[in-house]
């Protein structure tokens, strides 16, 4: 039997959408599906993106943003009641702890698949990379010309005496660049390179990558070892300081890649919805969104980056799975710690 719609109601409804309309508001959007979206990544750089989908699609987005372990503690309490549908995070080792701790769901989706390259994957599926970031050498150029540069290994040659600066191994970007030289060279050989490394250093560790960067400029250090995007940004504000990127490790593994990604939450009550704005997310018209607002590099091969990013020139990727960064976490803390390196 069908449902029987009065006039009434009919004209109640068009009543209700002239008046949203003459306030500039869309109806559509007051029926539209509604995702909550928990965000480690930083309001300004997500929001543009999501009210983008919702101009697209109607689907209005709810976004919650804080600190990754702090979202992976109220996901884990919230269980089954929690409200949102979707985790985004930068660092492989932060998705991979939130597999840990069971507060993802395991997709299927070819969209997906075809869009991120398999090394910026979970391999079961539970998390995405959305846009890569590199952690390469950056140098003065006033004290250092490119043929003095080869690998990150070789920043621990005698050349580098006094001459190292790095950012603490508290962050997580540290760890996983340790974690996967452990699973690519072995702990003992990466055991010997960081000690060479804290062995060369001109000054304590900073506590962050533009600290790194400015002290290189300012010459307290010649060499060290940042973000791709920390660069960008600091030569954005001073154009002018003397400083440059290496693409290191270059007829080996590779430059060492990490992201910023996302999965959707086990527990999501639209879970279809959730997984469409993923897919949309890893998509053309969605990936420079994603990636130029922090100045990193789309993950999905289709897509160019933007111009000031591909102005820093093009470079082979390690493409070991990112999913070691998580497995070999606690063990290069653990090295790391044993070396010395605070």
């Not at 949102?84 to 698949?113: F, H, M, P, R, Y």
């Not at 999905?300 to 390690?318: H, I, L, R, Y």
Request: aromatic residues 8%.
């Amino acid at each position: 039997m069908f449902a029987v719609v009065r006039p009434r109601f009919v004209r109640i409804a068009l009543l209700i959408s002239l008046v949203l309309i003459s306030f500039g508001l869309n109806p559509a959007l007051f029926a539209a599906e509604e995702l909550v979206v928990y965000s480690a990544r930083k309001e300004h750089l997500i929001k543009p993106v999501l009210d983008r989908y919702t101009e697209e699609t109607g689907t209005r987005i709810i976004l919650l943003t804080d600190k990754a372990a702090t979202l992976l503690v109220r996901l884990k309490a919230e269980g089954p009641n929690t409200p949102a549908d979707l985790l985004i995070t930068v660092d492989a080792g932060n998705l991979w702890q939130a597999v840990e701790q069971g507060v993802l769901l395991q997709v299927n989706s070819e969209i997906l698949k075809e869009n991120v390259p398999r090394h910026l994957r979970d391999p079961q599926g539970h998390w995405f990379g959305l846009s890569i970031r590199a952690r390469t050498i950056v140098y003065n150029t006033e004290k250092v010309k490119p043929s003095d540069l080869s690998t990150y290994e070789a920043l621990g040659d005698a050349v580098w005496e006094n001459r190292l600066c790095l950012r603490t191994s508290k962050k997580v970007y540290n760890q996983s660049l340790v974690a996967m030289m452990i699973a690519e060279i072995g702990q003992e050989k990466t055991e010997r390179i960081i000690k060479s490394w804290i062995n060369n250093l001109a000054a304590a560790v900073f506590s962050s990558d533009t600290k790194v960067l400015e002290a290189i400029a300012a010459g307290q250090c010649d060499v060290g070892i940042v973000n791709t995007y920390y660069f960008g940004r600091l030569l954005r504000k001073k154009p002018d300081l003397p400083l440059a990127l290496f693409w290191p490790n270059q007829d080996g593994r590779g430059v060492h890649v990490n992201i910023s990604g996302a999965g959707v939450t086990k527990h999501s009550k639209k879970t279809n919805a959730a997984t469409a704005l993923l897919e949309w997310l890893s998509s053309k018209d969605a990936q420079n969104l994603f990636a130029d607002s922090n100045m990193e590099y789309p993950v999905n091969p289709k897509v160019k980056p933007a111009s000031e990013v591909a102005a820093w020139g093009t470079f082979k990727q390690d493409e070991n799975n990112l999913a070691k960064a998580g497995t070999r976490q606690k063990e290069a803390i653990r090295l790391m710690d044993r070396m010395g390196y605070e």
